[in-house]
Nanobody, 115 residues
């Protein structure tokens, strides 16, 4: 069974930066895709960024150029560096790991961008 533990959320002023981390443990295919979805109040969950084991990345248009996803396969950890944060980035960010068997989700971490 796979477990995901997230860290790094918090309150930041507009224009600031945060880095989220998500560590995976348990048994899963090494080819798993990892990444982050986010859900703002009253909105549907949306993909923010994802990365394959080989390092291929995909970003939502709204975060491209501001967010950078990376992955340390030796540590089974994925990171999301978020720069130039905007109030509209405020959301609960959920780490995920996806294999052919389906997705596993983290518990979510709150990111609030406010002055």
């Amino acid at each position: 069974q796979v477990q995901l533990v997230e860290s790094g959320g918090g309150l930041v002023q507009p224009g600031g930066s945060l880095r989220l981390s998500c560590a995976a443990s348990g048994r899963y295919l090494s080819s798993a895709v990892m990444g982050w979805y986010r859900q703002a109040p009253g909105k549907e969950r949306e993909l923010a960024a994802q990365i394959t084991r080989g390092g291929t990345t995909d970003y939502a248009g709204s975060v491209k150029g501001r967010f950078t996803i990376s992955r340390d396969n030796a540590k089974n950890t994925v990171y999301l560096q978020m720069n130039s944060l905007k109030p509209e980035d405020t959301a609960v960010y959920f780490c995920f790991l996806r294999t052919v068997s389906g997705p596993t989700w983290g518990q979510g971490t709150q990111v609030t961008v406010s002055s």
